[in-house]
């Protein structure tokens, strides 16, 4: 096994930059709460590349369910989250994201940090590239619904983009 696929290794690397960027996803979400929106933070407990299945393609986020919950919610009041911000950054081969999915209409934001190892993920990299857009899917721990958020402009979520 390569050693940048090793589990521990990985997440020697993820750690200490994970508690930075979920702070940062805290203080995005406070900033948008100042300007009046309603601000949904998810603190996913498993995050995951996903590169088969028609549709299912994308990142696979699991939240608990009382935060999927919430989500859902809102989602289910008007799901035309058709905005999104990206705040990235990229630390020892690991892509790290807060995704602002935004609802206008509503003044709601939805704030998903994401990571993956963008060295092991170039199947999925590939895969992000033919199809020139990225799925975030939010989901709880027993699937009992996905939401799909659907990127067509994917670029800040990899490594290089902008």
Not at 12 to 41: C, K, N, Q
Not at 65 to 89: L, Q
Request: hydrophobic share 40%; proline share 6%.
């Amino acid at each position: 096994m390569d050693e940048s696929e090793d589990p521990h290794h990985v997440a020697e690397r993820v750690l200490p930059v994970w508690e930075r960027v979920v702070a940062d996803m805290e203080a995005t979400a406070e900033e948008y709460r100042e300007a009046g929106w309603e601000a949904l933070e998810c603190h996913p407990g498993d995050i995951a590349t996903i590169t088969e299945g028609e549709g299912q393609t994308g990142l696979d986020v699991v939240l608990p369910d009382d935060e999927f919950d919430r989500i859902e919610a809102a989602y289910d009041a008007d799901s035309h989250f058709d905005e999104v911000e990206a705040f990235r950054a990229v630390e020892q081969g690991i892509v790290f994201a807060v995704a602002a999915l935004k609802n206008a209409t509503t003044e709601t934001a939805l704030l998903v940090p994401i990571y993956y190892d963008a060295d092991s993920s170039q199947e999925f990299l590939q895969m992000v590239s033919e199809e020139g857009e990225l799925r975030i899917h939010l989901r709880p721990l027993d699937q009992r619904r996905i939401l799909t958020f659907t990127q067509h402009e994917p670029a800040p979520f990899l490594p290089g983009g902008e």
